[in-house]
């Protein structure tokens, strides 16, 4: 039969797939506009399995935060190629997720792909992508910030994002707080503070000082001593508020935030990046 241009544009507006796959879609479903549409989708499913053990370690990292700054989201939308990252309807695509997942604020990724993103779950609607791009394509990380207020910082191209949580609002914390956003996007601190630092990281930091310790002959009675200084160093190295700050060496992010305001700190903070 006869598929005529327009309704292979209204099939691409539609699915975002190219003219030829479309038009292809619409001969096997005999012009019927709902049944290309789920020719298109079994493409995707199919190439979802054949595709599930490549690696994914390109793609979009994006952000979004409430009108009212309260509440921020990022995500991790990953291809298999830079190429595909690079592509202004991914990047869309990717945006408009997270763009849904602040609007409803779902506890986890697996609730984040069963809502609906136009007439489909976003599961089903990142498979019927993966038949238009032709790649490997998954939701590979979500999180979820509240707060008094909620400041994001996109790194790199897409290629990181940070949301931060402050304990105050209005735009001189806010200012402050992107550029406390962009310090964890470059210095990648494991908590916001040493008291935040889970049990099992503090237990190997300490398992390391004291083997190191030993390896270097130190007195036996001394190396939980040392242990403990090395402890220590790594708060100051790796927590937020004790890093030193990378606008300004000369004092810690805890000391810039009280220059702001005596009382402002960060309350917590999500990072995603690829790889």
């Given amino acids: 039969m006869s598929i005529t241009a327009a309704e292979v544009k209204k099939l691409r507006d539609h699915t975002g797939a190219g003219m030829m796959d479309c038009k292809k879609a619409l001969k096997e479903a005999d012009g019927d506009f709902d049944k290309a549409i789920e020719v298109l989708r079994k493409k995707g499913q199919k190439l979802s399995a054949k595709r599930a053990d490549r690696a994914a370690k390109e793609g979009v990292v994006t952000a979004a935060v409430s009108d009212d700054n309260s509440k921020g989201v990022v995500i991790r939308l990953s291809c298999e190629t830079d190429f595909v990252a690079k592509n202004d309807d991914f990047v869309e695509f990717a945006q408009k997720i997270a763009e849904r997942a602040l609007a409803e604020f779902p506890d986890s990724t697996e609730e984040l792909l069963q809502l609906e993103l136009g007439d489909i779950a976003i599961g089903e609607k990142i498979t019927e992508q993966i038949g238009v791009i032709g790649e490997k394509i998954e939701l590979a990380d979500y999180q979820r910030l509240e707060s008094e207020q909620v400041v ?13 949580g402050l304990n105050q609002s209005g735009e001189e914390a806010a200012k402050a707080g992107r550029d406390v956003a962009m310090q964890v996007a470059a210095m990648r601190p494991v908590a916001v503070s040493k008291d935040d630092v889970t049990q099992d990281i503090i237990d190997k930091e300490l398992e ?3 083997e190191i310790a030993l390896k270097e002959g130190k007195p036996a009675n001394i190396v939980d001593k040392i242990a403990q200084g090395k402890l220590n160093k790594f708060f100051k190295e790796n927590t ?36």
């Fill in 208 to 210: 390391i000082g004291r």
């Fill in 152 to 164: 994001s910082y996109i790194h790199m191209g897409n290629k990181a994002g940070v949301i931060l």
């Fill in 240 to 275: 937020l508020l004790h890093q030193s700050f990378v606008k300004d060496s000369s004092m810690s992010v805890e000391k810039y935030l009280q220059t702001i305001s005596p009382e402002l700190t960060v309350t917590g903070f999500k990072h995603i990046e690829l790889g």
